[in-house]
C-alpha cells in the first residue's frame, strides 16, 4: 500500500493550500492540473480538479448551482453548509488533510475549498475515458450476452450488481500502489463466501507495497499467489460479467482493478480453467458435447506429440494396423527437430498474430501456410506426419478456454517431448507420474489444484465429466468452504 501518509490537516487559508499543490502536485506545471476560484457570499472558494479525469459538463452545473448562491442567500449565511447542501450530486463526502485532498483530485474527483474552513468538499464527477462494454474476443459465445467487462472498474461492478440485484453482495475498495494508487475492488456474497477466504484476499492485497500497478490485475495476481516460475495459473481472469457473477454466487471472491478489463476469481482449480461459458449457453446434452470435444482437444494438446514420437523411436509398440501412422517418409533433419521447430512456428505464428495490425493478418497467415505447409514438405525440411500432428496439437491448443492453461500445457508437452527422447518409455511413463504428482502438490489460497480429481470428489468430479442442467444444479462447491452450501431452498 505504500508508506505511511502524513495527516496534515487542511489550512484554513487558501493561499498555503494553493501553495501546497504547486510545491508538491505540479499546479501550474501540468497543464491538465487546474483551480477554478470563484467568490460565494464574499468567501473565496478554489475548485481543485483534473482535466480529461472528471466531466467539465457536470463541474459547470456545479459552479452555476454555488454562484447563485450570491443573488439568492445572506451574506450571514453559514458558508459551509450552504455549499455542502447546494452540491447537486449524490457523491459528496468531507476531506480533512491535504494528502487526502490530492488522492481525491488525482483520481479524478473534485474538490471545494472554503476560506476559513479545515475541512473540504470531494464531489464525485468522474469520466474515465474508455470503451462501452462490448464482447470480449477471448471467451465468445454464439448465443449469451455480449457486455464484457472494460478498463472502468465503476462500469464493472455496475454490470455484475446487475446481475445480482441481492442485499449481501459486497465490494470493498482500496487503493494499492504507492505512486498509481489504483483502485481494487474485493467482490464476496456476505452470507456465501468463506470469511476466512475474504480476510485472506484483503490481508494480500494490502501487503502489497509498490510504486504502481501499471500492469494492473497481473501484478495483484502475482503479490497474491507467489507462483514465482510455476506456468500453471493459479487464478482465473473471465472478461465476461454473466462469468464473474456465476462464480460469486458460488461463493468465490473476485478482484476488480481499475484499467483492468479482467477480473480475478479466487480460488480456483485446474478444471475451473477447463470450461467455458458456451456449455452453459447451451442444453445440457449438447453443452456436455462441447465440453468432452474440449477435454480431447486439451488432452491431445499434452500427450499427442511426446506419444506419437515414443512410437516412431519404438514402432514395434505398434500393432500392424495403426503402422502407417508414420514417419513413412526419411529425411535428413532427426523428428526431434522437427518437432521442436513445428512448435516454434507455430509459437511464431502466434505472436505474429497478435502483433500484426488486423488488415495485415490474413496476408500474414497465408504467407505461414505455404511456407510451413507444402513447401516445407516438398523440400524435405519437414515429413507429412510431422505436419500434421503438430497442426493437430496446435487445434487442442487454441480449444483451450484459458489463454494461460494453454501456454503452460504446451511447455508441459515439450518436457514430455524430451523425456521422451532421453528415456523413451520409461521417461514418458515418468514424465506423465512427475507432471501429475507436481500439479497434486501445487495449492492456490490452500486450495488443491487437482481438486475434485485428487483428492477425489465423486459428486464434484461428476458435475465436471458432465454439464448438469440448473435445476439439478443445487449444492455450492464444497472446494470454496461456502457458508450456505445450497444455491436453491432445500425441499
Avoid at 231 to 236: H, K, M, Q
Avoid at 322 to 344: M, V
Wanted: charged share 20%.
Amino acid at each position: 500500500m505504500g508508506n505511511q501518509k502524513s495527516k496534515t490537516p487542511l489550512p484554513t487559508d487558501l493561499m498555503a493550500t494553493e501553495k501546497f499543490m504547486r510545491d508538491k502536485v505540479g499546479l501550474g506545471v501540468s497543464f491538465d492540473l487546474g483551480v477554478r476560484k470563484v467568490k460565494i457570499l464574499k468567501k473565496e472558494v478554489n475548485v481543485y480538479y483534473v482535466n480529461g479525469l472528471c466531466d467539465t459538463a457536470y463541474v459547470i452545473e456545479l459552479l452555476k448551482e454555488l454562484v447563485n448562491l450570491n443573488d439568492n442567500e445572506l451574506v450571514d449565511t453559514n458558508v459551509f453548509s450552504l455549499i455542502q447542501n447546494r452540491l447537486v450530486n449524490q457523491s459528496v463526502s468531507p476531506v480533512y488533510t491535504l494528502d487526502e485532498l490530492v488522492d481525491q483530485v488525482l483520481t479524478g474527483l473534485v474538490v471545494f475549498v472554503i476560506q476559513g474552513d479545515s475541512t473540504g468538499l470531494v464531489v464525485d464527477v468522474r469520466s474515465y475515458p474508455g470503451r462501452q462494454p462490448s464482447e470480449p474476443d477471448t471467451e465468445k459465445v454464439v448465443r449469451g450476452s455480449r457486455d464484457g467487462y472494460v478498463e472502468n472498474i465503476i462500469v464493472n461492478t455496475a454490470l455484475t450488481r446487475r446481475r445480482i440485484h441481492d442485499e449481501r453482495l459486497r465490494f470493498e475498495i482500496m487503493k494499492v500502489g504507492e505512486r498509481s494508487k489504483t483502485d481494487i475492488a474485493v467482490a464476496y456474497l456476505k452470507d456465501v463466501a468463506n470469511p476466512d477466504l475474504v480476510d485472506t484476499v484483503k490481508k494480500k492485497i494490502e501487503a502489497i507495497h509498490i510504486d504502481g500497478l501499471t500492469m494492473a490485475d497481473k501484478t495483484v495476481e502475482e503479490f497474491m499467489v507467489k507462483q514465482g516460475y510455476n506456468p500453471y495459473p493459479l487464478v482465473r481472469y473471465t472478461e465476461r460479467a454473466d462469468v464473474g457473477a456465476t462464480h460469486i454466487l458460488e461463493g468465490h471472491v473476485l478482484v476488480f482493478v481499475d484499467t483492468s478489463p479482467s477480473v480475478i476469481i479466487t480460488p480456483t482449480t485446474f478444471f475451473h480453467h477447463v470450461q467455458h461459458a458456451e456449455e452453459y449457453r447451451q442444453s445440457p446434452a449438447i453443452g456436455t458435447f462441447v465440453r468432452w470435444v474440449r477435454f480431447i482437444g486439451i488432452f491431445a494438446s499434452l500427450f499427442l506429440l511426446p506419444l506419437w514420437y515414443l512410437f516412431v523411436l519404438h514402432p514395434e509398440l505398434l500393432p500392424n494396423q495403426l503402422a502407417f501412422i508414420g514417419p513413412n517418409d526419411k529425411t535428413h533433419i532427426p523428428i526431434l527437430l522437427q518437432l521442436l521447430i513445428g512448435e516454434l512456428g507455430v509459437e511464431f505464428m502466434r505472436l505474429a498474430a497478435i502483433h500484426t495490425p488486423t488488415p495485415l493478418s490474413t496476408a500474414m497467415g497465408l504467407v505461414a501456410a505455404v511456407l510451413i505447409g507444402q513447401i516445407a514438405i516438398d523440400v524435405g525440411f519437414f515429413v507429412g506426419e510431422v505436419i500434421l500432428y503438430v497442426a493437430i496439437v496446435a487445434v487442442g491448443t487454441f480449444a483451450t478456454p484459458s489463454i494461460e492453461l494453454s501456454v503452460a500445457n504446451k511447455i508441459t508437452r515439450l518436457y514430455l517431448l524430451f523425456a521422451v527422447a532421453l528415456f523413451g518409455v520409461p521417461g514418458f511413463v515418468v514424465g506423465i507420474t512427475v507432471f501429475i504428482v507436481y500439479l497434486t502438490n501445487v495449492k492456490s489460497l490452500k486450495t488443491p489444484y487437482l481438486w475434485p480429481f485428487i483428492p477425489f470428489n465423486l459428486a464434484a468430479f461428476w458435475q465436471i465429466l458432465v454439464r448438469k442442467s440448473m435445476p439439478g444444479s443445487k449444492i455450492r462447491p464444497s472446494i470454496v468452504h461456502p457458508q450456505n452450501q445450497f444455491k436453491q431452498p432445500k425441499d
